[in-house]
């Protein structure tokens, strides 16, 4: 089976590296998208992808939009792609003899889109999955071939999550090409009900209301580790969160404290009003300092010039 694999990051890379030692395929082509430029004048950066097919000594593609002439030299029989970050046109859809097929990360049509798997983590998914799709003009909505559900966990977060659907995904993507192998293509079209879209996450989504419910806020906070890392100010300095536990509402905590007030630094961490109570947050990062993550009884040593109860987050 000849394949040309289209793909950018590392979610997208272990998939790459299934398919390159699987012995009954072979990979013609990579394309992924051109080297991000390095920070502070440093040499480009070049993607997950790319830095593995170089490795396997594979022919490497990375125009900034991809058109068909740019495989125009390749034979190949399925265009794989996962997570590429272009949306591809029909001409492109059209030339692997067989099918271009997708490995989406979630169970379609539920998030369609850019960012399923942190927009399952906001919306309090507690299920999700890998479908593997034959790709068609329009975003995510082709047929299925396959799907393979996992179990959101209650302290997931994308960065965890991004681990478990790259394990499952690339073993429904070796069986949907060996199945289309064997039987030849075949698909099932998406419900009509369930439809929803997983927008691109920016760094501004990252900056925490905390006049939400500290749930909405908890999850905010899983759903944008790795990345863009929760934050908030006190004053001009941003403090980043990775972890977090939600509190009993404290009984005698009077009504009309702001949302974002710090109320207390504990042994657990440093806890803060919400919408609809206190979260503890368990795991920050100072804006200064060397970037250390600070946990627990790290945070309540942290000086009263820097974070200290009655202070408020913007």
Known sequence: ???VFAGTP???????????????IEIVGVVT???KPGKRGKNPIASPVKTLALEY???????????QTDLESLTFDLLVVVAYGQILNSDLLAMPRIA???VHASLLPRWRGAAPIQHAILAGDQETGISIMRMD??????PIIATTRCNIDPDETSDSLFTKLSKIGTVAL?????????????????SDEGICYASKITKSAAKIDWSEDREIIAQ???AFLPSPIAFSFLGDKRFRFFESDVLPTISDNKKDTLPGTIIDKTKSGLVVECGNGPLCITALQLPTGKGTILRGAAIRNVQSSIIDPGQCFE
């Not at 590392?10 to 009954?24: G, R």
């Not at 003009?137 to 082709?142: I, R, S």
């Open 1 to 3: 089976m000849r394949i």
């Open 10 to 24: 590392e979610f997208a890379a272990d998939h790459l590296k299934a398919l390159l030692q699987e012995p009954t």
């Open 33 to 35: 998208q051109p080297d």
């Open 57 to 67: 000594d594979r022919p490497v593609f990375q125009p900034k939009r991809l058109r």
């Open 100 to 102: 271009p097929i997708n």
């Open 137 to 142: 003009a329009g975003l995510d909505t082709g």
């Open 174 to 190: 070796l069986q949907s090409i060996e199945s289309i192998r064997e039987t030849g293509l075949m698909v099932e079209p998406q």
């Open 220 to 222: 905010k906070i899983r």
